[in-house]
């Protein structure tokens, strides 16, 4: 069971939590991106889908006969990103990230099977990126893989400064509907022919 | 909780048999086709996986230290198909279904949403297609969820003869690696230019 993983609560509680109350608190970048994405497949815009939280299963209780109870499982650490689909024929595929700091972006919250994902995914020709949320300013930002992984190769450093972040990123405005309409960035980066 | 199911017994020991003797038994279908993945994946042909089981977790047990343990939660529905990913630029989303029958294909074993999903997945430029598998003759066919959709709303047949599914399938041989070469089908597929 060497990929069992602990989530922080605060994942296991987003995981738990089916309905939530958004009144009188902000959302998180998972939620806004979730109505985003719903958002997305009711206007027919594009078909973009979180995957469902990987879990081992241990145990089920088949007595009852209305539902099969599981009774013992665990979470698994995910071997992909969070989300993919498809959109005007393009294969996207990304991952979003919250940030507490307020000047750069830790590396560390990129796991290391994340960032393979991610270049096995440009090099089939789909679009990769992440989603980063400055939890502080509350500003959001996508930023293609491809850029990531050219920082990380050309320097020594443990995180992505902000700074760098504003020039090579999109920010991406919270708006009532769509929440985070990041498919305007990708609109840009398909013009730009630029995500691989 | 209106969206969770009873899965059947042997889909159940299918998600929870994590390491599977295939000694002295004939493999799913669902499990010629993660070995087939994982071989694309291997040889950097194709990143295509398999979603997790959607899993509602209403309990988690945070005592022991070593790995937060689920210990009350239910099978939901899935709301898009098993399978999704690229190849070559192109998005492909599909399903794997076995069947028991010799001279027909129920539809029933499509669900409505499923059906919704591929339509969805063609609107949007993606590569749609069923896997079926007649495990009496052990034959697998992929076939086109354009193809379906077409046969069904010109007929009021509640399943796809094998004779129609022979015609207008692709048959998958079953080879020692990768086991089941679906991406070969997917390759004449686009060619003919014949996926939407």
Redesign the interface.
Known sequence: ?SN????P?RK?KN??A?KTSFANRGMTLEEDINLTNEYY?SQ?K??I?K????????N?D?KKR???????????T???TDY????????L?FDVKECSLISSFPIRQIHKHQID?LK??M????IAFLIIRFTKTNESYLLLAKDILNYLSSSETKSLPKKWIEEKGYLLKINFNPRLDYLKAVDLIIQENNYA
Do not use: W
Request: zero cysteines; glycine letters at 8%.
């Open positions: 069971m069992l993983i602990n989530y609560n296991v995981i738990i089916k497949i027919n594009a078909l889908y995957k469902p939280t990987p879990v081992q299963i241990v089920v088949f209305s539902s099969a109870r599981i009774t013992e499982a665990y979470f698994k995910p071997s992909t993919n689909g498809v959109y005007q024929g393009f294969y595929d994902h096995a995914v090099a089939h020709g789909g």
